[in-house]
């Protein structure tokens, strides 16, 4: 196990509100708050104040409940945004700019200059009122690297105590994350955080290449939730950290499950059965070969023990099983055949999945038993 520890700051309430077509109320906001903060997330990414009415009195709520967890509010590099935070009783800010040239051009009239200023007045504004401020580079995947860097450690001389690496549309792969990453945190002394999207289905490898290059936080939202394909599932990062790199977050990951129905429930979008870690099939088993092996020893076809994060290992018979499988489950229901027999219940098992196209019940299966 390594004593290094990454921290995670998670955005399921910004960037994983963002997804097209979720919607927090604010109890829901307050229940995922509260639950996140209580298994150990360190740091919340609540919202954006500059939304106004409902939404900064939910995040001004959330910022009396007097959680463990680091709250910070989203700003874009303006100084009613950051307003808008401190009314909410704010003492973190993240203030974004746009560092590609192609964002650039379309919000700061193609004007490397004027983003800067823009970015030193709000840093300036933010640090004069005693706020901590963390800087982000929207489309860093895609910016020039010496301006990308020439931002970071202009942040870093205005009193920034954290640069953010956005993937924002999500063109990395882990090879070139690394080298980007590890360019960025050599040239720096402030930590850097990564934030990745999914467009290729690599936000999560590129978290973790970015932590191997040295970035010291995370961004992260439960179920991978946020803007188009989404962001870094919480869940994957957390459990690949501690299983694949022995890394610590001081993350009680016994309850990633419970959170993820949270979530799931708040969103009103389920999670697909075979998503990794919190997901139905996660511990799942049908095929023949593979409960064979479990029945002997679970360590065979499972990553980690599903107690982990939750969750209960669960064997299945269907399409796919086999005789070992077959002659568990009716043991346990104090039921012995022979091989004659179980061979023309499996025969029997694999029609009826194929008609009702998914895996019996215990009471299908004992029906399937010939009598006497
Ligand atoms: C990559 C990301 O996820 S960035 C976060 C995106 N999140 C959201 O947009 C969700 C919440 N957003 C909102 O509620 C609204 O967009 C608000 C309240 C922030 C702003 O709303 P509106 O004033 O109606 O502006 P609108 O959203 O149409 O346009 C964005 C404006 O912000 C400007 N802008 C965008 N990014 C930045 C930035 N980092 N710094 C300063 N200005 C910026 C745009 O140039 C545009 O400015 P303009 O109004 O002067 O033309
Ligand atoms: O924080 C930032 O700078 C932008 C974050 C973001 O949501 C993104 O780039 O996708």
């Known amino acids: 196990m390594s004593n290094h520890t990454i921290q995670i700051n998670d955005t399921t309430l910004r960037d994983g509100e963002q997804a097209a077509g979720i919607a927090f109320n604010v109890e829901e906001k307050i229940a995922i708050a509260t639950l996140l903060d209580s298994i150990g997330v360190q740091e919340l990414e609540v919202g954006i104040p500059a939304m106004g009415h409902e939404e900064a009195q939910s995040i001004k709520t959330i910022a009396n409940l007097g959680l463990n967890a680091k709250l910070l509010g989203w700003n874009r590099a303006n100084l009613s945004d950051l307003k808008a935070s401190i009314d909410c009783g704010l003492e973190r800010v993240h203030i974004s700019v746009p560092v590609s040239d192609i964002q650039i051009a379309a919000k700061f009239q193609g004007k490397r200059q004027l983003v800067l200023d823009r970015l030193r007045d709000a840093i300036n504004f933010a640090c004069d009122r005693g706020l901590s401020v963390s800087v982000g580079g929207e489309d860093s995947s895609r910016a020039d690297e010496s301006f ?117 429930k708040a969103t009103n ?58 002659l568990s489950v009716l043991q346990q229901h104090g039921i012995t055949l022979g091989q004659a027999e179980i061979q023309s219940v499996l025969d029997a098992v694999r029609h ?9 019940t215990v009471e299908e299966l004992l029906s399937l038993v010939p009598q006497g």
């Not at 139905?280 to 982990?308: C, K, M, R, W």
């Not at 009826?352 to 019996?360: A, P």
């Open 352 to 360: 009826q999945s194929v008609q009702t196209k998914r895996s019996l």
């Open 148 to 264: 990308l860097l020439y931002v970071a450690h202009s942040a870093q001389e205005w009193g920034a105590f954290r640069f953010r690496f956005c993937d924002t549309v999500g063109i990395l792969d882990p090879i070139t994350t690394y080298n980007k990453v590890s360019h960025l945190v050599s040239h720096l002394s402030i930590a850097v955080e990564m934030h990745m999207h999914d467009d290729f289905g690599l936000a999560m490898a590129n978290t973790l290449a970015g932590v191997k290059a040295g970035a010291l936080s995370v961004n992260t939202t439960v179920n991978g939730i946020g803007e188009r394909a989404g962001n870094a599932p919480l869940e994957e990062v957390v459990m690949g950290l501690k299983h694949l790199y022995g890394i610590k977050t001081g993350i009680d990951t016994k309850r990633l499950v419970e959170l993820s129905r949270l979530v799931a």
């Open 269 to 326: 979008y389920p999670v697909p059965p075979w998503k990794a870690i919190v997901g139905e099939n996660a511990f799942a088993h049908e095929s023949g070969i593979h409960a064979h092996g479990v029945l002997q020893n679970p360590v065979t076809y499972e990553p980690f023990a599903p107690e982990d994060v939750g969750w209960e290992r669960r064997l299945v018979v269907g399409k796919h099983s086999g005789r070992h499988l077959l």
